[in-house]
């Protein structure tokens, strides 16, 4: 039973540029989110996707998108990197948004390094 | 602003020793998760708590939250060297989004 696959693992790139994260869900899971994780810090909730749309959003700027395809899997795209942009990003599946009830199982995230 | 406040940040302990680490909030959550992360890898969830006042056990980690639903703490008995890793406590409110706080880095020394 695979769990969150994340890829790539790592990614360096230059200030400026556009980068997309790939995200595919636990099996039976059809809820992603996202979230960012600075070094040293907890994450923080980008948004949310379920039934291909954006669900919900944390306070992040436009720059950061995302998308959710029919098979649930999902892309978070960030355009014109800023070196702030470096962090540890993380997907999270769950169940029809109801994480509580189900239980949220994240990635082993996308290393982002921004120079 | 920080939402879920956890202390301590830091904690280095020595084997066999006794820990807590606390999670506060001046806001009400319906649940409340602990997660323990290691390096290079995502949160693996430990626990969720729903109820004001409930403990719950997972062989030497206690996991409480409080009456009011706005904080918890997380309780390791005769620690070792594998808890070693950053425990993140999260709330969740009506929603689904979670609210992470900025976790406690635990060692625990052979």
């Known amino acids: 039973d695979a769990g969150v696959t994340q890829s790539p693992t790592h990614l360096i790139k230059t200030r400026g540029q556009q980068v997309t994260l790939r995200c595919s869900p636990k099996s039976g899971h059809d809820t992603v989110s996202w979230y960012q994780q600075a070094l040293g810090q907890g994450p923080q909730f980008i948004f949310q996707?379920?039934?291909?749309?954006?669900?919900q959003r944390g306070n992040f700027p436009d720059r950061f998108s995302g998308h959710q395809f029919p098979n649930y899997s999902s892309e978070l795209n960030v355009n014109a990197l800023l070196l702030g942009d470096s962090a540890l990003y993380l997907c999270a599946s769950s169940l029809g948004g109801l994480g509580v009830r189900y239980g949220y199982t994240f990635g082993s995230g996308t290393r982002l390094t921004v120079v | 602003t920080q939402l879920l406040e956890q202390s301590p940040q830091f904690l280095s302990i020595q084997e066999g020793e006794n820990l807590t680490v606390y999670c506060n909030s001046s806001?009400?959550?319906?649940?409340l998760q602990w997660y323990r992360q290691e390096p290079g890898e995502g949160p693996v969830l430990l626990v969720t708590v729903v109820t004001g006042g409930e403990v719950k056990k997972l062989k030497r980690l206690t996991f409480q939250f409080g009456d009011a639903r706005k904080d918890s703490s997380l309780h390791i008995t005769a620690a070792q060297p594998g808890d070693t890793g950053l425990y993140l406590c999260?709330?969740?409110?009506?929603?689904?989004?979670?609210?992470f706080g900025e976790g406690t880095q635990l060692t625990v020394n052979p």
């Open positions: 996707y379920y039934e291909e749309e954006e669900r």
């Open positions: 999260a709330g969740e409110k009506s929603g689904s989004r979670l609210t």
């Open positions: 806001s009400v959550f319906s649940s």
